[in-house]
RNA sequence: GGCGGCGUAGCUCAGCUGGUCAGAGCGGGGAUCUCAUAAGUCCCAGGUCGGAGGUUCGAGUCCUCCCGCCGCCA
């Protein structure tokens, strides 16, 4: 960046806001009267004093790069939500001022010093984005090779969508391909805070880091009010991606998500209810004396068949999922994968399968040889589909239907030709659980 | 203060360029099977599409204004 000229020396100016470390414009200040009965300038964000100060930085030139910065804005689907574009390009219109990237050092010790120069220390911007290239070997083994796609919280667009490109560009780096914003979670729709971010051990290493729920409001900061994640994970009865299953469904990307105990309930068990509770009408020896999923030949098939029915389904369900995850919507992609487990479901209904079990005539076997390959083909789909979003449990069902990994990899159904032996489990594939707050509950109403 | 968005069945929301657009899911109500995890399946929503004007042969769907929300920036 320094060799291609887009850092230089400058001095600021300007009100200094010591326990904000922040630097404040005029306008991001009021004055006060203090204590000792004199007049003094604070921050109107924070209330603290600010000073006058003066000093040395480096500055980056970031309005020179601003119209390339709009240019790879402007391309489709850099920025998703869409929502997010039209935010980041007002950002872009409004004036922006160039940045400074590093502190006297004698303000900040700890940082990262500004090569040649120890009487600088980087901050903040620079040496912190930067990592995302440094965490994977550059410079030293060169750029990686493979496109950037970063996933953030709306908090920090600014310096993934305007700053971090600024960068690259001052760089002569290549741009991410996609910035994925996504929101934050509330609570009963109060207005609540993320608080210190923390990765759960019980997700890893598949997983989203999810961040406890805290409240903002003083007047509510009692217990009941945090959603501790990891507490959810222990309720869960031991499936752990219910959690995940229940995020990903219920939140969207183009706001922010309402966390309820009543939802994840309720969304948790109609998936036990559908697809767990299938797996459990299809693996018992009254429907399935010989306990597998069984293999058909073209004849146990013939094009009106259960099985050809569920394939057809399947097919279609598959596609539409995989336009919702391509879209990064997985609350829409989760709500179409399910109508392929309830079409099971009104089948089996419908074709009585216990009392084609007890029926020795070739057709009443034929159909339900069909139904059963048909229904745990369905599910194979099902586990495939939902691989993303509930890995661990995808794992668990495909293993149940005698299958293995590989067999997560391909999304669209076809007539299974191999008969495989069911490995059976008295537990419930999905438990049923009631999820709620801690004991030690709210008392405010 | 600036920019943008939203207000559609109890709840969460779909409804692209105006004429099967009055819908889905959940909740709620009713019926029914019994293989299964007190699970399954089927049927039932008559909501003046926030309000008032306007454009049009015709407007949730376009324009103006008003009311009420929200997001981002300052």
New binding site residues.
């Given amino acids: 960046m320094l060799e291609r000229g887009y850092i230089y020396k400058g001095s600021y100016a300007g009100w200094y806001c010591r326990s904000d470390e922040a630097y404040l414009?005029s306008?991001?200040i009021e004055d006060r009267i203090g204590p000792d009965g004199t007049l003094v300038k604070v921050s109107s964000e924070s209330g603290h004093p600010v000073e006058l100060v003066e000093e040395e930085n480096y500055m980056f030139k970031l309005g020179a790069l601003v119209p390339d910065v709009r240019r790879w804005v402007e391309t489709s689907n850099v920025i998703w939500p869409p929502?997010r574009k039209?935010?980041i390009l007002?950002?872009l219109d409004?004036k922006l001022p160039d940045l400074s990237i590093s502190r006297p050092r004698r303000k900040l010790q700890w940082g990262i010093p500004v090569p040649h120069d120890p009487e600088q220390t980087i901050y903040v911007w620079v040496d912190a984005l930067t990592n995302y290239l440094t965490a994977q070997g550059f410079p030293t083994q060169g750029a990686p090779t493979h496109p950037m796609l970063h996933v953030i919280g709306?908090?920090i667009?600014?310096f993934h969508c305007v700053y971090w490109p600024a960068f690259l560009l001052a760089a002569g780096l290549e741009l991410p391909q996609q910035v994925l914003v996504h929101g934050h979670w509330t609570m009963d729709?109060r207005?609540y805070s993320l608080r210190p971010p923390l990765v759960c051990p019980a997700l890893q290493p598949t997983a989203l880091p999810i961040h406890a729920i805290v409240a903002l409001d003083p007047m509510s900061k009692s217990l009941g009010n945090v959603v501790d994640p990891v507490q959810l994970l222990d309720q869960a009865d031991g499936v752990p991606d219910l959690v995940r299953y229940y995020l990903l469904k219920e939140s969207?990307l183009d706001?922010?998500g309402?966390f309820s105990y009543r939802r994840l309930n309720?969304v948790t068990?109609?998936l036990?209810?559908?697809?767990?509770?299938l797996?459990?009408?299809?693996s018992?020896q009254?429907?399935n004396s010989a306990l597998e999923f069984p293999g058909l030949s073209v004849d146990d098939a013939p094009p009106p068949s259960p099985c050809q029915e569920l394939i057809t389904l399947g097919s279609s369900v598959a596609e539409e999922v995989r336009a919702c995850y391509d879209r990064h919507d997985f609350g829409a992609g989760i709500?179409a994968l399910l109508p392929l487990?309830?079409r099971c479901?009104?089948l089996?209904?419908?074709l009585?399968?216990?009392k084609l079990a007890r029926d020795d005539s070739p057709a009443a076997q034929a159909t339900l040889k069909s139904l059963l390959g048909g229904a745990f083909e369905s599910l194979r789909v099902t586990a495939a589909l939902l691989y993303p979003v509930t890995p661990a449990l995808s794992l668990a069902l495909i293993h149940r239907l005698g299958c293995d990994e590989q067999d997560l990899q391909c999304l669209t159904p076809a007539v299974p030709t191999t008969a495989r032996e069911l490995r059976v489990d008295?537990q419930?594939?999905?438990?049923?659980v009631d999820f709620g707050p801690p004991a030690q509950t709210d008392t405010r109403a």
Avoid: C, F, Y
């Fill in positions: 414009t306008t991001q929502n039209a935010e007002n950002m409004s709306k908090d667009v600014k729709g207005k969207r706001t922010d309402d309720a068990k109609e036990a209810d559908t697809v767990g509770n797996l459990s009408r299809i018992n009254r429907v709500e487990a309830r479901n009104a089996i209904n419908e009585e399968p216990w008295k419930p594939l999905i438990p049923r």
